[in-house]
């Protein structure tokens, strides 16, 4: 079965400076790859997905980007934060085969101060 | 403007009653999906209706289906303590690629 790791599960950081959250992905391969960020109280904001190694496709133009160097390891990124990139970040993995299933990670918790 | 929107905001229930969540969305779709969220926790998946059903059961969970309206509701029968979650709906707009949620309905039940 499917299993996310993602890490930190916790993060405070000041404003300015560089983020990285890592995710990353057991018991499948060539899954689809998807970071959401979600405001406290409130639903999911697609903000990458990728169907495979070095493709990535951006939703939500801003200074967050994302990587993904290997089939199973997605990588969100900051150079700089600000303060509105406080939030709960989650990866996600589908197989992109038509089941139509979202598998989450636990979550990273990000305040920025 | 949002994909999909749960209706209600919160709702609130004793246990044994059965809950109810709306989700109205707008452009055509794949399938819907509907995921339960404990607080500070990741999504889990409960269950997909595809676009050509009307109908699906899973265990004390019920959804409904009608793309005439654009919307679906997820029934949750003889509802426990341990229900209480956020739950989300989402609409699957293209295949494996882009999944949109709605902001979700907070259920809280009550012993």
């Known amino acids: 079965s499917q299993t996310i790791h993602q890490w930190p599960a916790t993060l405070v950081q000041p404003v300015g400076s560089p983020l990285s959250l890592e995710c990353t992905v057991e018991?499948?391969?060539?899954?689809?790859l998807y970071w959401y960020r979600q405001a406290a109280g409130r639903g999911l904001q697609l903000l990458f997905y990728?169907?495979?190694?070095?493709?990535i496709s951006s939703e939500v133009p801003q200074n967050l980007s994302a990587s993904r160097p290997q089939d199973r390891q997605f990588i969100l990124s900051s150079k700089k934060l600000l303060l509105s990139d406080s939030g709960f970040y989650l990866c996600?993995?589908?197989?992109?085969?038509?089941?139509?299933?979202?598998?989450f990670g636990e979550g990273s918790r990000l305040t920025v101060l | 403007s949002q994909q999909g929107e749960e209706d209600p905001q919160a709702l609130s229930i004793q246990e044994g009653e059965n809950a109810t969540m709306n989700c109205s969305y707008k452009t055509s779709i794949n399938n819907l999906q509907w995921y339960r969220q404990n607080s500070g926790r990741g999504l889990v998946h409960l269950i997909l209706?595809?676009?050509?059903?009307r109908e699906k059961h899973s265990g004390r969970l019920r959804v409904t289906l009608d793309t005439s309206k654009k919307s679906s509701s997820l029934l949750i029968t003889a509802s426990r303590a341990a229900d209480t979650a956020s739950y989300f709906c989402?609409?699957?707009?293209?295949?494996?690629?882009?999944?949109?949620f709605g902001p979700g309905t907070r259920l809280s039940v009550l012993p």
């Open positions: 018991g499948t391969s060539n899954p689809n």
């Open positions: 990728s169907v495979g190694i070095g493709q």
């Open positions: 989402a609409t699957e707009l293209s295949y494996g690629q882009n999944f949109v």
């Open positions: 996600a993995q589908s197989s992109g085969m038509n089941t139509g299933e979202l598998f």
């Open positions: 209706i595809r676009s050509n059903e």
